[in-house]
């Protein structure tokens, strides 16, 4: 299922409930059917809510008289005036056809905040392209190929922005912009509302039937509200959290800045970025030790491992041998996708961590930890994405410049969760078995969703083989002591 010709239907005031498509190929009406939006012929005699053109067809669509319009390209605000309409022109990158990034062309705030570097030095050559374009487009031009004209009876802005409540009244309908990434259906998409102290973002969901993930973050949500707030305030607050027209949502706490993956490919010097790793790695060891629990707590997914042991390796070892060796380990609150690019940060360092669709209220220690570290010291040491599975394994092995950082953050957290010796190892080890099923799950779900797609199997889902493999790690790991 191909929804991303449909993905600009979240710009509209109002959910569309039919749209006429023309000089649209035929995976465009796919996408809006998936999307389930009636769509109607352009020459019929129905009239359409929504009718979707190229520029040159902009009076044909104008002949319709839909209470919604989409144009690729530039119109004029004057001539859509005439027709009754009221017009906003947006940017879309990378194609309105694909979009992952939607703003708008009048909003400042929009744009800085939308495209702003951290991390690049001030007179990097991408980091001067970057501002001379932030100022083309806060003038007002943009790419035509990459410009759209949103046009309505009311005003053209998001419908969703109209869940923002009291709690959320410093917020200006006008500074928004839509992140809709490069994932499958099932990436959610977020809105941003940024404001001066940081803002909002309504996280919602592309498809009809994926609340899962909302619920989970919600939990989290309430998990950290018990926490002290130098713990708290790096995760997102939830104030609403719904459905429209069967979509599930939230509306959370934005942080300000881009992720840290950007950071650590970046231009700042080595100590800067390893501070920043560090500072990260250090809040998520406060937050295993704020959120202990007594090992009774996870005897079920004490169990749940077990079998993901014997259904993983049926003859490499005794199931029961694994779980006895973290029978008194305690459960603590996990992310279970602290990836760097789930870590947001500012110019002065503040982060916060998002995207709790996969956390479990009660989990396993250090699973968050070692899988952080894994992803953000390899981005430190190579600032490339290629042949990161070999540099997991270096650092873990102790073969890397930055493996004393993990095996001192590993030490650290023994000591203070009372973690046995002997139980690190099978813990590690359990969490790339975990974490190579996500893959599997995703397809699963995809499935369910309607789309028969593959999904992609990222580095950390993809260590757990390998790490198996070598006779330096695997569950009898030693190098961290």
């Known amino acids: 299922m191909n929804l991303r010709d449909a ?21 465009a009406a796919e996408a809006w059917r998936g999307a389930g939006v009636e769509v109607v012929q352009a020459q019929g005699s129905v009239r359409p809510h929504l009718v979707v053109a190229p520029r040159p067809r902009l009076e044909d669509a104008l002949q319709r008289q839909p209470e919604m319009l ?54 990097s050559r991408s980091a001067a392209r970057r501002s001379a374009g ?28 109209g869940h923002l409540d009291a709690d959320t009244r410093d917020a200006v309908p006008t500074d928004w912009y839509l992140w809709l990434g490069e994932g499958d259906p099932l990436q959610r998409a ?11 973002a309504i996280k919602f969901s592309r498809v009809v039937g994926n609340a899962a993930p909302f619920r989970n973050e919600a939990r989290a949500s309430q998990a950290a509200a018990q926490l002290p707030l130098e713990l708290a305030q790096h995760v997102p ?18 942080f300000a800045g881009r992720p840290l993956t950007e950071v650590l490919q970046g231009n700042w010097p080595v100590h800067r970025r390893l501070a920043q790793v560090n500072r990260v790695a250090g809040w998520l060891h406060e937050i295993a030790i704020a959120t202990r629990t007594s090992p009774t707590t996870v ?26 060796s973290i029978d008194r380990v305690p459960g603590v609150l996990v992310h279970n996708d602290p990836g760097s690019w789930n870590v947001v940060v500012d110019r002065r360092g503040h982060f916060g ?27 430190v040491e190579l600032r490339r994405f290629r042949e990161r599975t070999d540099a997991i394994l270096r650092l873990f092995r102790g073969d890397s410049p930055h493996s004393p950082q993990l095996f001192a953050h590993v030490r650290q957290a023994v000591a203070d969760l009372s973690l046995e010796p002997d139980a ?11 974490h190579a099923q996500s893959p599997a799950h995703r397809r699963e779900r995809l499935r369910i969703a309607g789309a028969e797609e593959d999904t992609d199997r990222g580095v950390l889902s993809s260590i757990a083989r390998p790490w198996l493999r070598d006779p330096a790690l695997g569950f009898g790991w030693r190098a961290w002591r």
């Open 70 to 123: 989409v144009v690729y390209g530039r119109v004029s605000r004057r001539r859509l005036a005439t027709a009754g309409y009221r017009a906003a022109h947006l940017l879309a990158l990378p194609s309105p056809h694909g979009p992952c990034l939607v703003l708008p062309l009048t909003s400042g705030r929009a744009i800085d905040s939308a495209l702003s570097r951290v991390g690049q030095r001030r007179l």
């Open 7 to 27: 993905d600009l239907r979240f710009l509209l005031p109002e959910p569309p409930q039919s749209v006429a498509l023309l000089d649209a190929p035929p995976a």
């Open 237 to 254: 607050r939830i104030y609403t959290s719904s459905s429209d027209g069967q979509l599930a949502f939230v509306v959370e706490t934005r």
């Open 353 to 379: 961590m998002v995207d709790w669709e996969s956390s479990r209220d009660v989990g396993m220690p250090l699973w968050d930890l070692s899988y952080f570290l894994a992803d953000a010291l390899t981005l």
């Open 299 to 324: 005897a079920s997914e004490r169990q749940r491992l077990t079998n993901l042991v014997a259904s993983f390796l049926p003859h490499a070892h005794s199931g029961s041998e694994i779980s006895s």
């Open 134 to 161: 932030r100022l083309f487009l806060r003038s007002g031009w943009a790419p035509p190929g990459a410009t759209v004209t949103i046009a309505a009876r009311s005003a053209p802005r998001p419908w969703l922005i």
């Open 424 to 434: 690190v190892g099978p813990l590690v080890t359990l969490g790339w078995l975990h």
């Open 190 to 200: 977020v809105l941003h509302i940024p404001t001066s102290t940081g803002g909002y």
